[in-house]
């Protein structure tokens, strides 16, 4: 069955069953493989997307539910990695392995959106993906970072 | 650095036309296959309008310079650190430089080019060790020299000594002509130098060890472009999802395709039956790790267009196992009693003997005793395990988030049975290993798979289900530990029974301090439980587990002697002829304010380890951890904070240093708080991360205190990976003693009551 779909502001058709998981159809049918597998049950946040605008974890998204809404991965978060974050994480060394850090950014990203001066509070509620490097402490601190450039 | 002995310095930087070791081999690297694009990170052929200077360096006509390296990037920098060793020498702009994948084909059709000295610690393991790091200084200076060599025969024969290479400039001097290196690469890559240049002291360097860049693959990463193994995209290729035996050593007995041949994209089944023959077709050659420690599984895997499509298919599929021994260990209570009834005297091999421990122990003036547990934890490699491969008559592509390609290479070799110059590996980038990706029973499953599909490549992917429950755990280990202390409260006799799980290691607690020569009698003895479990290294075998013990035991004796258990820890490690380890000692507990005055629920702990020490002093990495926690009337547990200190010798990154004791450190909380896998009937009970839970942001300390006066200035530079996660759980369960007076002997944590009145 085709559904149309728009990802990171372009229109795509995909034949799949509908209740296919939007995180596999990004990754195998559209071939956009930032966005990653990391558990299958909305635990780990790798394969965070915005819906809308909002972060969504696409292993828990079906197809059909995101037919005629706004998708954006990691791919489409700017078209010159140069979104403060994307610039602090690398400036600040923010990943090790790299592989949670798009989820990790996707959270981050929707976060500053809903609340440009994020507390501690705020990063720990809306940023819970699992980094089993352990990169927490520079994701905090790279998204404190990147509220007070926003600002200016 | 000691000049490494096979090698001279002309072997680092002779060019690449030798073929190897006598074999009548054919084949050859160039032409083996088409280059790829610049985010998959394996090595392709180099192309003719770029400079080959060895099989480690190439430089682009754009100034590219790519650097090949043979230690897979876990997270933990060290194809960035490797490049920046190159850049030291060779005076390249660093923004010009990227990383690549060596070939473990190309090593072997090319008589060893990236593994003289020994496979395992050439495809593996750290950036600093000095063998690496040496030919890295080496190939930068002899290429340096090569593009002077060149630009002075374009610029008519000037002298040599009159051009200065910098940032991938080199300068006539007098007449301020200039050559990008890009210009003369080609023609510099051809150059023999009549003696190689010298690569100059560490105290001359401006580049290592100053400065901190960024990892080179970050830009890749926050725009999602990296390529790790599950991203891996070949024309025409199938996916599968796979089921191996929930009880290891099981066999799949029967299953029904029929019911799932209707399903979308639905393509077959693969079985994987570990008893059909497997051989390599030639036997002389040898792997870095025996190739048994791959044996492959029984399972059956499903394959299809797409990986969903094979996933529901799967869950879908009726099979039926039949699991063998294992299923006698019905639950962990059973499994655990067995360990501790096993600890109740001496085992059957003895470790370590030294004085009369047995007669004099009970005879002191007091004596202290406990009974440890650490139980199976997986390592949750946060990219599940998986891989790609096309098998066809006459030749293997691999395309593996390997933690050892070569090692990768031998087993997909043996599983096709074609000749080693038949089989491609193509490292990828790597999302987590801490050791589950070394034996390569990964590479073993999707070979095997695939080679039932052959000519397509299929990528095999485990669900987070199955990549914990198919783990390689780290061993589940239980310890009787008893000391006899002198009136001063010091040990002068101590005996440890332990027992574990097959693959366990115990060998931390003879090879530490105390084993080797701070206590005068020691009676060390170990008992293996006949458990079908597969085990495998975890971030250190053994040592996590013992370091728990040692140092929480070592709290107790402290409590029992009446001395503060820092200064205990002091006392113990004066007569050690390591001053790291007190240094490290005094440094973090100066930056954590120890012995502070905190209300009840809240305390401080403190604990040392070292991880590559290996029996001596001087050696590995020494580190110490004091934590700080909060544990609330009704029992929760706050980290409130943790400080590290360390002795690697000497450092060469800070920030690189101070990143991988941060994650080894929230590895080490994670570890100790949570993790511990639970058996029924055979089978590991957890699948996923509601059940077997993860530390998040909000679970740790905003910052971690990572402090550099441990460091003694020897000169090592001991490796950072692994060390850290160890004297962070025995500090939290020791401050957890001090805030409720709970002394928790066993992990994970979560699993005990630490309320209090
Ligand atoms: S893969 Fe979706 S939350 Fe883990
Ligand atoms: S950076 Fe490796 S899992 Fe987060």
Redesign the interface.
């Known amino acids: 069955m085709a559904t149309a779909l728009k990802v990171n502001g372009k229109q795509y058709t995909v034949d799949?069953?509908p209740s296919?998981?939007m995180l596999?159809i990004l990754?195998?049918?559209l071939?956009?493989?930032?966005?990653?597998?990391?558990?299958?049950?909305a635990?780990?946040g790798?394969c965070t997307v915005h819906m809308n605008g909002e972060a969504v974890r696409s292993c828990q998204l079906p197809l059909e539910a995101a037919a005629n809404a706004e998708i954006t991965?990691?791919?489409g978060?700017?078209s010159d990695?140069k979104h403060p974050?994307?610039q602090l994480?690398?400036?600040m060394?923010?990943?090790?392995?790299?592989?949670?850090?798009?989820g990790m950014?996707m959270a981050a990203a929707a976060l500053l959106k809903d609340k440009p001066n994020p507390t501690?509070e705020d990063?720990?509620?809306y940023?819970?993906?699992?980094?089993?490097?352990?990169?927490?402490?520079?994701?905090?601190?790279a998204i404190h970072r990147a509220a007070t450039m926003l600002k200016s | 650095m000691g000049i490494h002995k096979e090698i001279s310095r002309r072997d680092f930087v002779i060019s690449t036309a030798v073929v190897g070791g006598g074999l009548a081999i054919t084949a050859t690297w160039s032409g083996a296959f088409a280059a790829s694009g610049s985010t998959t990170p394996w090595a392709t052929p180099t192309p003719a309008n770029v400079g080959e200077f060895t099989p480690w360096l190439t430089i682009a006509p754009d100034d590219t310079v790519t650097v090949r390296v043979n230690s897979p990037d876990l997270g933990n920098g060290i194809v960035t650190q490797f490049a920046m060793t190159m850049t030291e020498e060779l005076e390249c702009d660093w923004d010009k430089v990227r990383v690549e994948y060596a070939s473990a084909t190309r090593d072997y059709l090319e008589g060893g080019v990236y593994s003289k000295g020994g496979g395992l610690s050439y495809f593996s393991g750290r950036s600093t060790s000095p063998g690496k790091m040496e030919i890295m200084l080496q190939v930068g200076a002899s290429a340096r020299e090569r593009l002077k060599a060149a630009a002075a025969e374009q610029w008519g024969g000037v002298p040599v000594s009159e051009i200065e290479a910098k940032k991938s400039v080199l300068t006539h001097k007098p007449s301020g002509r200039t050559l990008r290196y890009g210009e003369v690469a080609v023609k510099a890559a051809a150059i023999k130098l009549e003696t190689e240049p010298k690569p100059k002291p560490q105290s001359e360097w401006t580049f290592l060890g100053k400065a901190s860049p960024a990892k080179l693959q970050i830009s890749m990463i926050t725009n999602g472009s990296l390529v790790y193994g599950i991203d891996v995209r070949e024309p025409d290729m199938l996916y599968a999802a796979i089921l191996q035996s929930p009880v290891h050593g099981g066999k799949l007995k029967s299953y029904d395709f029929d019911k799932i041949k209707g399903l979308p994209g639905v393509r077959g089944v693969a079985v994987v039956d570990p008893s059909e023959p497997r051989k390599m077709a030639d036997d002389k050659v040898k792997s870095p790790f025996p190739l048994g420690l791959s044996a492959p599984q029984s399972a059956i895997a499903v394959i299809a267009d797409h990986y969903w499509q094979a996933k529901v298919a799967l869950d879908a599929l009726p099979v039926e196992w039949d699991d063998g021994p294992g299923a006698q260990w019905k639950t962990t209570e059973q499994l655990n009693k067995a360990a501790y009834d096993a600890i109740q005297k001496p085992g059957s091999k003895v470790e370590l003997t030294r004085g009369n421990t047995l007669e004099i122990i009970d005879k002191q003036a007091k004596v202290v005793e406990g009974t440890y547990l650490t139980p199976f934890n997986d390592h949750v490699t946060m990219e599940p395990l998986n891989g790609t491969a096309r098998v066809t008559a006459d030749r293997v592509d691999v395309w593996h988030p390997s933690q050892h390609s070569q090692q990768g290479f031998y087993i997909a070799a043996e599983e096709t049975g074609l000749p080693l110059e038949k089989v491609f590996f193509h490292q990828t980038w790597v999302g987590t290993g801490f050791g589950r990706r070394v034996y390569g029973d990964d590479v073993r499953m999707v070979v095997a798979v695939a080679k039932k599909f052959p000519g397509r490549p299929v990528q095999v992917i485990w669900s987070r289900e199955e990549s914990i429950r198919q783990g390689r755990f780290r061993a589940l280990m239980a310890t009787k530990l008893k000391a006899g202390l002198d009136k001063d409260g010091m040990p002068v006799a101590f005996t440890s029974y332990s027992a574990g799980a097959k693959g366990f290691s115990v060998r931390g607690i003879p090879d530490g301090a105390y084993g080797v020569s701070i206590i005068p009698n020691v009676h060390i003895t170990s008992e293996v439980l006949n458990t079908h479990f597969l085990t495998g290294p975890y971030r250190g075998p053994g040592y996590n587990s013992s370091a728990f013990f040692m140092e929480t035991f070592t709290d107790e004796m402290a409590l029992a002697a009446g001395i503060d258990p820092l200064e205990y820890r002091l006392r113990l490690y004066a007569k050690w002829p390591d001053a790291g380890w007190t240094k490290c000692l005094k440094e973090v507990a100066a930056k954590a304010n120890w012995g502070k005055s905190l209300p009840k629920g809240r305390g401080q702990g403190i604990a040392i380890s070292n991880w590559g020490m290996g029996g001596k002093p001087e050696a590995g990495t020494t580190v110490a951890c004091v934590a700080e926690v909060e544990v609330s009337k009704k029992g929760d547990l706050k980290i409130v904070a943790l400080d590290v200190s360390f002795d690697t010798g000497r450092i060469v990154n800070e920030d690189a240093i101070r990143a991988q004791v941060e994650g080894g450190a929230i590895f080490g909380v994670n570890m100790t708080l949570n993790e511990g896998l639970h058996i029924k009937d055979g089978r590991i009970v957890e699948g996923n991360y509601d059940q077997y839970p993860m530390v998040r942001m909000a679970d740790i300390p905003k910052t971690i205190g990572v402090h550099f006066g441990g460091l003694s200035g020897h000169d090592r530079m001991g490796e950072i990976g692994e060390p850290p996660v160890g004297p962070i759980g025995p500090a939290i369960g020791n401050a957890i003693f001090r805030a409720t007076g709970k002394r928790l002997r066993t992990t994970p944590f979560r699993e005990h009551d630490l309320s209090w009145a």
Request: with cysteine; charged share 15%; proline share 5%.
């Open positions: 799949a069953d296919t998981p596999w990754r195998d049918n071939n956009m493989t930032g966005t990653k597998f990391g558990c299958g049950i635990q780990c790798a991965t990691i791919e978060l700017t990695n974050l994307q994480w690398a400036e060394n923010v990943p090790q392995c790299g592989y949670c850090q798009a950014l501690d990063i720990d509620n940023v819970t993906n699992i980094c089993r490097c352990g990169t927490y402490p520079r994701v905090r601190a």
